[in-house]
């Protein structure tokens, strides 16, 4: 039997962590602390909106509070960032920084395209509610076992180390998207609490899911139907009003 070689390099793990990424771009933290200071020279462009940073103010402290209620990691120090770069399309996304700080990112283009604040404060709950709920660990876990899986598989039919390599990144990548929908569908559910509590229409901030493409039931995809997602958030919001 041929010996698998080393388990998934970094760089292709971490790509395969963020498949579930809202919008489905990463960020290097190093970028991001270059770019920490933007957060405070961004505001919508829509004249008398809410504006980013306001709607930040007040989902931050939810967001850390719930974290510390029901985090399943102690840290709930959350930083809100901005990503100001031109080609960076409208996408939203949670990461760690270096010193694993939780991270929740904008880019320029999605604060732009937002109609009003409660669909910046959903998202931005969304985003903070991954962190919360620990699923860039769960969802590492899950790539690290799959990619395993798949080179003990490729060495056993006696397959060449490219082949071991390309199991290993298929197996990482199929068990990475596995629980892929459960997670954003955790994720809208709190995150519908954390605007609320903050003072937001979560049901109102959900509609910008009816501009998105809807993956429906495609082989594969990460993301569960946009009117399942609108319903959950519909039903979350009415229950938490009366007093569920």
């Known amino acids: 039997m041929q010996r698998p070689p080393a388990l998934i390099r970094a760089s292709l793990l971490l790509a395969l962590l963020m498949l579930g990424a809202c919008g489905g771009v990463t960020m290097d933290p190093a970028l991001l602390e270059q770019r920490e200071n933007a957060a405070t020279l961004i505001a919508t462009a ?11 103010a007040r989902i931050e402290p939810v967001a850390e509070a719930m974290c510390r209620e029901r985090g399943r990691t102690n840290r709930c120090n959350f930083r809100i960032v901005v990503d100001t770069r031109r080609d960076a399309p409208p996408n939203a996304f949670q990461t760690l920084d270096r010193n694993g700080r939780p991270i929740i990112g904008f880019t320029a283009a999605l604060i732009a395209e937002a109609r009003n604040a409660d669909e910046l404060a ?15 660990p769960q969802r590492e876990q899950e790539a690290l076992s799959g990619a395993l899986r798949g080179a003990m598989i490729a060495a056993a039919a006696g397959v060449d180390e490219a082949g071991i390599v ?14 892929s929908k459960d997670f954003e569908l955790q994720a809208d559910a709190m995150g519908t609490e954390i605007a609320l509590r903050a003072g937001f229409d ?11 493409p809807d993956p429906g039931n495609q082989f594969l995809s990460t993301h569960p139907a946009n009117a399942q997602r609108r319903a959950l958030v519909l039903a979350t919001q009415n229950r938490l009003l009366n007093g569920g």
């Open 46 to 56: 829509r004249p008398g909106q809410i504006s980013f940073i306001e709607v930040a």
């Open 202 to 212: 979560a049901v109102r901030g959900s509609a910008f899911f009816d501009r998105l």
């Open 166 to 179: 390309e199991a290993q990144r298929l197996g990482a990548e199929r068990a990475a998207r596995r629980f």
């Open 122 to 136: 959903f998202t931005m709950g969304h985003e903070a509610s991954h962190h919360i709920l620990g699923h860039i």
